[in-house]
């Protein structure tokens, strides 16, 4: 295992995915509470959607603790993204050198891998649509919240670990 600035290559792969992970999960959920605002979503509740993927209905009326369940699993998957993105990149090189354009294209895979994936498997209570003014944002905040900052973070942590 060879050293870079005195940290190990795993290392650089922890900080990789944990800032990708990190920023794409404060970004989407930002970008969530943000856009949900406007159709007079309250935040708690959307925190306890991301919990009904695993406690379905029974998540809405959990209060607070649901909602802090929400918020942990919305950062593991985030985190899990980052990694996949991160192990892509170390076979698909391209990913790195081209990190912004890669990074949208990551966006929008994880859309639709949550949309037609995740979300169908799980416990979520509600009926999946794919109106289009809301397929827009959710591409939109994927590509520019969660898939941007992933690719980012991989380059920028990858090229410390080349030019040294």
Avoid: E
Avoid at 63 to 74: E, I
Avoid at 107 to 113: D, K
């Amino acid at each position: 295992m060879s050293a870079v600035d005195g940290q190990p290559k795993k290392s650089i792969a922890l900080r990789a995915i944990f800032w990708g992970g990190l920023l794409a999960g404060v970004l989407d959920l930002t970008a969530a509470i943000v856009t949900n605002r406007f159709r007079g979503i309250a935040p708690i509740r959307i925190l306890q959607s991301i919990a009904s993927g695993l406690l379905g209905a029974a998540s809405y009326t959990g209060g607070l603790r649901t909602a802090l369940m929400g918020t942990a699993l919305h950062f593991v998957i985030t985190f899990g993204a980052a990694a996949v993105y991160f192990a892509a990149s170390r076979r698909l090189r391209f990913m790195v050198n081209q990190a912004v354009v890669s990074g949208l294209i990551f966006g929008i895979a994880v859309y639709w891998f949550m949309n037609l994936v995740v979300l169908p498997l799980s416990a979520f209570p509600h009926k999946i649509t794919f109106r289009p003014a809301l397929v827009v944002t959710g591409l939109i905040v994927h590509m520019l919240c969660v898939g941007l900052p992933i690719a980012l973070s991989v380059r920028r942590f990858s090229q410390t670990s080349a030019t040294r």
